[in-house]
C-alpha cells in the first residue's frame, strides 16, 4: 500500500514557477513508477510527467521543455519543476504510483493516488 501526499500549489503568475512534491508514504524508489496528471475543470485528467524507479523520465508534449521530473529515492520524494508556466496549465495536480518499471500515460493504470494540489496560472 502506498499512500501520496502532494504538496507546493498555488496561484503564480504566467512564465513563473512552482515546484510540486509528493511524498510516498512507502519505499517507492525500487518498485513504483511516479507520475503526475492534472485536471483542469471540465476537462478528462491527463498526463503531464511520470519517472520510472531507475530514474528514465517522460513528458506530455505540452510540457516538454518547461517541466521537469526528478525523485529523490532515500527521501521518498518526487518533485515536479514547473517553469515557463502557461493558463492553460491550470487544474489539479495528482501524484499516482503504478508498481514496477513499466510507465504509462493512461491515468487507469495508476492504483494509487494523491488528494491533489491546485496550480491556478494567471494570465
Known amino acids: 500500500q502506498v499512500q501520496l501526499v502532494e504538496s507546493g500549489g498555488g496561484l503564480v503568475q504566467a512564465g513563473g514557477s512552482l515546484r510540486l512534491s509528493c511524498a510516498a508514504s512507502?519505499?517507492?524508489?525500487?518498485?513504483?513508477?511516479v507520475g503526475w496528471f492534472r485536471q483542469a475543470p471540465r476537462k478528462e485528467r491527463e498526463f503531464v510527467a511520470a519517472?520510472?524507479?531507475?530514474?528514465?523520465?517522460y513528458y506530455a508534449d505540452s510540457v516538454t521543455g518547461r517541466f521537469t521530473i526528478s525523485r529523490d529515492n532515500a527521501k521518498n520524494m518526487v518533485y515536479l519543476q514547473m517553469n515557463s508556466l502557461k493558463p492553460e496549465d491550470s487544474g489539479v495536480y495528482y501524484c499516482?504510483?503504478?508498481?514496477?518499471?513499466?510507465?504509462?500515460?493512461?491515468?487507469?493504470?495508476?492504483?494509487?493516488w494523491g488528494q491533489g494540489t491546485q496550480v491556478t496560472v494567471s494570465s
Open positions: 499516482a504510483a503504478r508498481p514496477g518499471n513499466y510507465y504509462s500515460r493512461t491515468y487507469a493504470e495508476y492504483g494509487y
Open positions: 519517472v520510472r524507479s531507475d530514474g528514465g523520465t
Open positions: 512507502a519505499r517507492t524508489s525500487s518498485r513504483y513508477v
